[in-house]
T-cell receptor, first 112, second 116 residues
């Protein structure tokens, strides 16, 4: 069985602060993919990143960065210099086979 | 189309009523998923299609839930005799691949079902 834990239910920051969203996963599979999605108030899940289990290289895309550590089964997401438009619910997902399993999400509120 | 389209966007049903939710995936996408997202929760898997074949329906909560994709494109999720606990957002996602984890998933905006 697989499981994704996002322990932070809600995070509130002031604009320009850095913020890290935690994701811890469990799976017995040796090959799997990890994802992060953003869900703005409109409801649509927006794909942010996909990472396979063999690639532990950290990735940076603009203000977003991801830290994948297989040893601790974590795939954390950092937003640098947060903006009000970053306010949304962020989901981490695990895909060992063909069905992605989602965490419960972290609601990020960025205040001006 | 350019994205995954779901209709209706909102649906209010009286308890006991049957409902049908439609998903129009991206043209050419082989895989199609239905998820149920309760308020404040993450999406929970319901069922998966590869073309017209329903390969996994293990997430359907009861036999009142039924999904089909007869021609391998548009899919319909039907809920019979709706109950209040069925109130949720129903999300549809499609993927180009036939099951390999090489591609991301494109989600629709969902149908918000409220059973009163």
């Amino acid at each position: 069985a697989q499981k994704v834990t996002q322990a932070q239910t809600e995070i509130s920051v002031v604009e320009k602060e850095d913020v890290t969203l935690d994701c811890v996963y469990e799976t017995r599979d040796t090959t799997y993919y990890l994802f992060w999605y953003k869900q703005p108030p409109s409801g649509e899940l927006v794909f942010l990143i996909r990472r396979n289990s063999f690639d532990e290289q950290n990735e940076i895309s603009g203000r977003y960065s991801w830290n994948f550590q297989k040893s601790t089964s974590s795939f954390n997401f950092t937003i640098t210099a947060s903006q009000v438009v970053d306010s949304a619910v962020y989901f981490c997902a695990l895909k060992p086979s063909y069905i992605p399993t989602f965490g419960r999400g972290t609601s990020l509120i960025v205040h001006p | 189309g350019a994205g995954v389209s779901q209709s209706p966007r909102y649906k209010v049903a009286k308890r006991g009523q049957d409902v049908a939710l439609r998903c129009d995936p991206i043209s050419g996408h082989v895989s199609l998923f239905w998820y149920q997202q309760a308020l404040g929760q993450g999406p929970e898997f319901l069922t998966y299609f590869q073309n017209e074949a329903q390969l996994d329906k293990s997430g359907l909560p009861s036999d009142r839930f039924f999904a089909e994709r007869p021609e391998g494109s548009v899919s319909t999720l039907k809920i019979q005799r709706t109950q209040q606990e069925d109130s949720a957002v129903y999300l549809c996602a499609s993927s180009l691949s036939g099951g390999e984890a090489n591609y991301g998933y494109t989600f629709g905006s969902g149908t918000r079902l409220t059973v009163v």
